[in-house]
């Protein structure tokens, strides 16, 4: 399988350089480009053609159940401490999809448990704060990750022809992957919630009806990422990736940072 090699810098969790393959579509031999000779090998061609874009559809939605999976993985694994300070051990090749995917969803997992710790009442201003922290570096490893995610696609897709009438979509493809995971996320905690033996009958039936909501919502969701990434490979849509400028990270930007510098 070809490679195409990238190299991030990045922080927190998210360290070190990353090499990432090569879509599956990618292996496949660009058509002849002679001129047809009669209509039968017009129409063979289009039936050709059809076939392949229908294969490039199948491959992309696998590709975002694949992707279901791995955030499912990250969220069982979690749990098997549920504890925010267990060391992650990704199972994947450092230089895989695979691999950004499953420590997305893992970033995504922690951060969801430091925001039920935070809202504890009694917790203490000192390991409030802390855990604000903490927080606050999550949230910059996420990014970090979700636009190395993007360069992953971006290189993907490079060679595609974009079309005259191409649009540009709201999200680029990596930020509503991202969406997927929390998305999983909910529905993991929504299921327990449905499942606890321990609540009232009308706190189960509201989870239930819920679960049924997030359920749905997944289903769209991945059919709506599947159909991105399909006309982003069909030339109908392009990327366009803008960095995030979180400014009140940077002690440049943030007056409270740069006005109390000594």
Not at 100 to 111: E, G, N
Request: proline fraction near 5%.
């Amino acid at each position: 399988m070809a490679r195409v090699a990238e190299k991030q810098k990045t922080s927190g969790q998210t360290g070190g350089e990353v090499t990432f393959f090569h879509h599956p579509s990618s292996l496949w031999p660009a058509p002849a480009r002679s001129k047809p000779k009669s209509w039968q090998e017009i129409l063979y061609l289009q039936e050709i053609a059809l076939l392949l874009h229908n294969k490039l559809k199948t491959i992309e939605m696998s590709f975002i159940a694949h992707c279901n999976e791995i955030f499912n993985q990250a969220i069982r694994d979690y749990h098997v401490t549920d504890n925010v300070d267990t060391p992650i051990h990704n199972p994947y090749e450092r230089d895989s999809i695979e691999n950004r995917l499953y420590l997305k969803c893992w970033i995504d997992t922690v951060q969801w448990h430091f925001e039920d710790l935070i809202r504890d009442p009694h917790i203490s201003p000192v390991d409030g704060m802390s855990l604000k922290r903490r927080i606050d570096r999550s949230n910059q490893d996420r990014t970090d990750l979700v636009e190395q995610i993007d360069s992953y696609f971006r290189q993907l897709y490079c060679d595609v022809k974009v079309l005259p009438e191409a649009t540009l979509n709201t999200e680029s493809p990596a930020w509503a992957l991202d969406r997927l995971s929390i998305l999983a996320l909910k529905i993991y905690h929504m299921r327990e919630q449905a499942e606890r033996t321990d609540a009232s009958p009308e706190h189960i039936a509201k989870c239930k009806t819920k679960l049924d909501v997030l359920l749905e919502q997944q289903r769209d969701l991945s059919t709506a990422i599947g159909q991105l990434l399909d006309d982003i490979q069909a030339g109908r849509k392009y990327m366009k990736v803008y960095r995030q400028m979180k400014m009140y990270n940077d002690p440049t930007t943030n007056p409270v940072l740069y006005q109390n510098k000594a």
